[in-house]
């Protein structure tokens, strides 16, 4: 099973990016999605989740500025991101979970500077 992440970079306090994480190799709508990221220094943190029913949640930095989104036809999981802050710098992870096997993508950067 692969994740394969997209969509990061660099963007102006302010801005938007859309995040993408494409699975392969297993059933992507069994699958508990979420995004996870990890700033320099700080702990990995979980952002937002997608259950299998569109269920979503999100931590409470990001509320009301990202959205998370799932596409069962294209096994694409994706995070949607406005009004990006300094804060919100760091390296994002795409996450799948059918219990109890997990998996995890590479990693991609989001940096929000002028």
């Known amino acids: 099973v692969q994740l394969a992440e997209s969509g990061g970079g660099l963007v102006q306090p302010g801005g938007s990016l859309r995040l993408s994480c494409i699975m392969s190799?297993?059933?992507?709508?069994?699958?508990?999605m979420a995004w996870y990221r990890q700033a320099p220094g700080k702990r990995r943190e979980v952002v937002a989740t997608?259950?299998?029913?569109?269920?979503?949640n999100y931590t409470d930095s990001v509320k009301g500025r990202f959205t998370i989104s799932r596409d069962n036809t294209k096994s694409t999981v994706y995070l949607q991101m406005n009004s990006l802050k300094p804060d919100d710098t760091a390296v994002y992870y795409c996450?799948?979970?059918?219990?109890?096997?997990?998996?995890w993508g590479q990693g991609v950067q989001v940096t929000v500077s002028s």
């Open positions: 996450h799948a979970q059918l219990n109890p096997v997990e998996y």
């Open positions: 997608i259950s299998i029913a569109h269920r979503t």
């Open positions: 190799g297993s059933i992507f709508f069994a699958h508990y």
